[in-house]
């Protein structure tokens, strides 16, 4: 258990629709970073928050964005969803975001858009 | 362009039969090479962090060694749970923060 926790841990919803993701770092992580996981595409970084705010982003599409909030726990919002939008979302977490942080990584939230 | 390629693809060991991993990357200006293991819909599980040319780092049957150009996880004796998919990133100078992954080696260790 990396102590990081995604919820939910399943979605299955439908196109067009939105949802939201949710991540809480480790005690102590003041990074939260998401991921986007699909069986051809390996890991893809989508963004990264420090401390509430953007600190560097990565392939996120238009139609999905993140906050970090003052507790320190992340929302990943997806909206007007695609099939190809499915996938596993991870979030990790670090103590500070540095170059050389290690990046502990949460369950995961399987999306299915039908 | 910057890359990490990852190789085999896929490997299946017998029990007890060591072999190695290849990460390697054409980036200047290395700041760290992670190594994790990720086992089928669970997430990443950090293995090893290596940050210079010629550090090496162990745990129980792993071992992970870095080169200028490649690091490499070597697994002595596997066992059947070492089967998984392990992957290495790498941080590196003017990478704005961001880590680029490798797209993994699935390794299955049969009984």
């Known amino acids: 258990d990396s102590g990081v926790t995604q919820t939910p841990k399943h979605l299955i919803t439908a196109t067009g629709q939105r949802v939201t993701l949710r991540c809480s770092p480790r005690?102590?992580?003041?990074?939260v970073y998401w991921y986007q996981q699909s069986l051809d595409q390996g890991l893809q970084f989508l963004i990264q928050?420090?401390?509430?705010?953007?600190?560097a982003k990565g392939n996120i599409l238009e139609r999905f964005s993140a906050q970090q909030f003052p507790d320190l726990h992340s929302e990943l919002n997806l909206s007007s969803l695609e099939l190809g939008d499915s996938a596993l979302y991870f979030c990790?977490?670090?103590?500070?975001?540095?170059?050389?942080?290690?990046?502990?990584f949460g369950p995961g939230t399987r999306l299915t858009v039908l | 362009e910057d890359q990490v390629t990852q190789s085999p693809e896929a490997l299946r060991l017998q029990e007890g039969e060591s072999s190695s991993l290849n990460c390697s990357y054409t980036v200047s200006g290395l700041r760290g090479l992670f190594w994790y293991r990720q086992d089928p819909g669970k997430g990443p599980e950090f293995l090893f962090t290596?940050?210079?040319?010629?550090e090496e780092k162990e745990k129980e049957r792993l071992k992970a060694t870095l080169t200028k150009k490649e690091s490499f996880l070597h697994i002595t004796a596997p066992k059947p749970e070492d089967s998984a998919t392990y992957l290495c990133a790498v941080w590196y100078a003017g990478n704005n923060r961001k880590l680029i992954w490798g797209l993994g080696t699935s390794l299955a260790v049969n009984p």
């Open positions: 990790a977490s670090s103590v500070a975001g540095g170059n050389t942080d290690t990046q502990y």
């Open positions: 290596l940050y210079s040319a010629g």
């Open positions: 005690s102590g992580d003041l990074s």
């Open positions: 928050y420090y401390n509430g705010e953007e600190r």
